[in-house]
T-cell receptor, first 110, second 116 residues
Framework: DAKTTQPTSMDCAEGRAANLPCNHS???????VYWYRQIHSQGPQYIIH???NNETNEMASLIITEDRKSSTLILPHATLRDTAVYYC???????????FGTGTRLKVLA | GAVVSQHPSWVICKSGTSVKIECRSL??????MFWYRQFPKQSLMLMAT?????????EQGVEKDKFLINHASLTLSTLTVTSAHPEDSSFYIC????????????FGQGTRLTVV
């Protein structure tokens, strides 16, 4: 399973964009990048996923580099409720497993 | 999004007893369910993967006789922690997927187990 590397923690001012990076240099061609977040003492919440094209939904945007070795999750206008641990996951449709890395603890500051 | 419900949300049990945690997919049929364990300030650790009607596949280092998983229907999986000890105290989370291809997994709200 491909591993992911994320910064341990980040701060972001409320209303500003939060850019969360993720390295997945060993990703294979058929593996997807998924992002989940976990607010304290709750189950993870799905945010977005992509293969090689950039993706956008109502929650966030996902930018994947051309070589697919890294990606960035963008929360365009962070709010206090976005304070959470954000997990970047490489998902293989072959193994069907979501393997969580250490995640980034994002703190949105008022 | 789809809803996955876990029960109970928290449980306290005495050392040596067994505890069962239920995971239900409320509005879809879950071909595959996953069980995770999470210690404080740590990430989720995958314990096992279960497919409806077949035996669960356990990750390396997870004792299958201690953590019994049953996935008897397409909407229900159970995790039983047998002969629980204080070191089994943790946050247990299940997730469910409607298929085995490219489907996002939906997570339950978690169960906090405390063994005293």
């Amino acid at each position: 399973d491909a591993k992911t590397t994320q910064p341990t923690s980040m701060d972001c001012a409320e209303g500003r964009a939060a850019n969360l990076p993720c390295n997945h240099s060993t990703i294979s061609g058929n593996e997807y990048v998924y992002w989940y977040r976990q607010i304290h003492s709750q189950g993870p919440q799905y945010i977005i996923h992509g293969l090689k094209n950039n993706e956008t939904n109502e929650m966030a945007s996902l930018i994947i580099t051309e070589d697919r070795k890294s990606s960035t999750l963008i929360l365009p206008h962070a709010t206090l409720r976005d304070t959470a641990v954000y997990y970047c996951i490489v998902y293989s449709s072959g193994t069907y497993k979501y393997i969580f890395g250490t995640g980034t603890r994002l703190k949105v500051l008022a | 999004g789809a809803v996955v419900s876990q029960h109970p949300s928290w449980v306290i049990c005495k050392s040596g007893t067994s505890v069962k945690i239920e995971c239900r997919s409320l509005d879809f049929q879950a071909t595959t369910m996953f069980w995770y364990r999470q210690f404080p300030k740590q990430s989720l650790m995958l314990m096992a993967t279960s497919n409806e009607g077949s035996k669960a596949t356990y990750e390396q280092g997870v004792e299958k006789d201690k953590f019994l998983i049953n996935h008897a229907s397409l909407t229900l999986s159970t995790l039983t922690v047998t002969s629980a000890h204080p070191e089994d105290s943790s946050f247990y989370i299940c997730s469910a997927s409607p298929g085995t291809g490219l489907f996002e997994a939906f997570f339950g709200q978690g169960t906090r187990l405390t063994v005293v």
